[in-house]
């Protein structure tokens, strides 16, 4: 990370991945999304699968908005293309760690290119220097016993991690593979264990990255041991997840302060922002976006740390503020489904980096402490 450093109910979590990862509006369907390859990990596919399933290895056939996606893919292509061979430039001279802060948050904010994620995620999430600091951590891991409650509730779901997707289908080398860190992980961090939303996030991971730097890379995103570095969501998954619902306290803070028609239209009808943003918060928009956008939110997110899920989720009630405004009684059904939508990530984080000014750590911290007030006062 550059700079600082209610119970959830199971099937909300689950109930749309296998359509909600692709959804898309009729309005956006003259637009399309980053079409990219993915590195090494997970097999490659061959003609045939090329055809039947995306970049990532989700299903076409299950995707109703498929058309869409390509039509936004292929206008931004030729913007894609610049900024790869800006890294590529950067990569060949070497010049990287030279570079100003502001000169690498802009370059990360733009999207980082397939190619480059995985070292990208792994070294800004500190997972690198986590290796370093405990070497040969992932196999021993492997080897320990895990509580059977823990491993039976990771085998029931990691079928239920991205169906539509090739990699994770029963029986395939994904499936191993997200069982090992997802294992590792809950015998490294005892005081979490495996919480469902565990899965899909290391799932993302692996399709970029190997297990071993998946598992580090995911301690660095939910429980950082490396100062500066990561991100340290832990409370959100925690019994009683008060870290969660202090951070949701803290967005309506600030729709209340930045958005204020649209909130108040939200609160007079009702609208639960818990029964909305939990999911978004705790899967860090994994099953909530589509993918291609997923993966450029955790561009900026494993840079930036936490900060970017408050700037994602304003973002996302300001791109819809108009429509919501125009819902009344159906207003909580439309909020559930908004995210789905959105494959034109460019002009997400547009929003998210421009509209939502003046937004530092320190404004964070002080919130999160009225926030706690609040919770603790209610």
Not at 125 to 138: K, N, V
């Amino acid at each position: 990370m550059e700079g600082d450093t209610e119970s959830y109910e199971r099937p909300s979590l689950v109930q749309r991945v296998g359509f909600g990862v692709f959804g898309l509006s009729k309005r956006l369907m003259q637009r399309s999304a980053l079409r990219v390859c993915p590195v090494d990990p997970l097999p490659t596919s061959s003609r045939e699968e090329e055809e039947e399933y995306d970049d990532y290895g989700f299903s076409r056939s299950d995707n109703l908005f498929v058309d869409g996606i390509s039509a936004y893919e292929n206008s931004f292509s030729e913007k894609r293309e610049r900024r790869l061979q800006r890294w590529n430039e950067i990569e060949l001279s070497g010049v990287w760690n030279t570079k100003n802060v502001f000169f690498r948050k802009v370059l990360i904010r733009k999207g980082i290119p397939d190619h480059y994620r995985a070292k990208m995620w792994y070294q800004m999430s500190g997972a690198d220097q986590l290796a370093a600091q405990i070497p040969g951590l992932y196999p021993r891991l492997l080897q320990q016993p895990l509580d059977t409650e823990v491993a039976n509730q990771i085998e029931l779901d990691i079928h239920r991690t991205f169906p539509t997707n090739k990699h994770y289908k029963r029986e395939s080398v994904g499936v191993t593979r997200l069982r090992n860190v997802l294992k590792a992980f809950a015998n490294f961090v005892p005081s979490a264990g495996y919480c469902q939303s565990f899965n899909f996030l290391a799932a993302i991971l692996l399709m970029f990255m190997g297990e071993e730097r998946t598992f580090l890379t995911l301690v660095q995103m939910v429980d950082s041991r490396v100062q500066g570095k990561g991100m340290n969501l832990l409370g959100y998954y925690k019994d009683g997840m008060t870290a969660l619902k202090r951070d949701l306290v803290v967005l309506e803070m600030v729709l209340q302060s930045r958005l204020k028609r649209l909130y108040a239209h939200l609160k007079a009808n009702g609208v639960d922002f818990t029964c909305i943003c939990a999911e978004w918060f705790l899967c860090l928009f994994s099953i909530s976006l589509p993918i291609t956008t997923v993966l450029r939110v955790w561009d900026a997110l494993l840079h930036e740390g936490d900060k970017i899920l408050f700037r994602v989720a304003f973002a996302l009630f300001k791109v819809h503020e108009n429509t919501l405004l125009r819902h009344n009684n159906d207003i909580l059904v439309y909020c559930k489904s908004m995210a789905s939508g959105i494959v034109q990530h460019d002009e997400l984080l547009k929003v998210a980096f421009y509209h939502l000014s003046a937004f530092r750590r320190s404004d964070i911290q002080e919130m999160r402490l009225q926030a706690m007030d609040r919770i603790s006062n209610s």
